[in-house]
């Protein structure tokens, strides 16, 4: 059976997590999505809403864990599956940990900042009660890309907003 059309797939599901990231690019967020998924079913949908909440806790994965421990009835997500547009970084990665999820997929990795092997990898570490399996790049060209379009976007605005904040201080009101 050709992958895109398993419903059960890792790439189906990143999909899913590319859907939230998109609600969040429309938020004008960070457009990082995350879903959580248990027994082949999404229990728990979210995306990036740092900056609508004032809250910088408030990532896709820290927030899909929480619905997730909610429906589950239990902060213990043993049996869970992660699927998130970007490395974890090492705040979510230790919330991940501590939830006991069973495994990450990501897209995109995060060489500078990533908590799952980019920069350090808080997921599988022997010291911890608890590691995770990791899948790395499912969807990562779509993943990367809604990414770097919206940073694109933001530096443009902020070099539009510099050009004309540098206009009117060059020039002298009588």
Not at 100 to 114: E, F, N, Q, S
Request: a negative charge.
């Amino acid at each position: 059976m050709d992958e895109i059309l398993n419903f059960s797939s890792d790439t189906y599901f990143m999909g899913e997590a590319l859907r939230q990231a998109r609600k969040a690019e429309s938020q004008d967020e960070v457009p990082i999505g995350a879903v959580i998924v248990r027994n082949r079913e999404i229990i728990a949908r979210a995306w990036n809403q740092v900056e609508m909440l004032k809250d910088a806790t408030a990532h896709a994965e820290m927030l899909a864990i929480t619905q997730a421990s909610s429906v589950v009835g239990d902060w213990r997500l043993d049996g869970c599956d992660l699927h998130v547009t970007k490395e974890p970084c090492p705040m979510c990665a230790g919330a991940i940990v501590h939830a006991r999820l069973r495994r990450v997929i990501y897209g995109c990795p995060d060489p500078k900042t990533g908590g799952a092997g980019g920069m350090i990898n808080l997921l599988q570490m022997p010291p911890l009660n608890h590691q995770c399996e990791i899948t790395r790049g499912v969807r990562e060209d779509e993943c990367r890309e809604i990414l770097q379009r919206f940073f694109k976007t933001k530096r443009g605005e902020a070099m539009e907003r510099n050009f004309h904040h540098r206009g009117t201080e060059d020039t002298e009101i009588d």
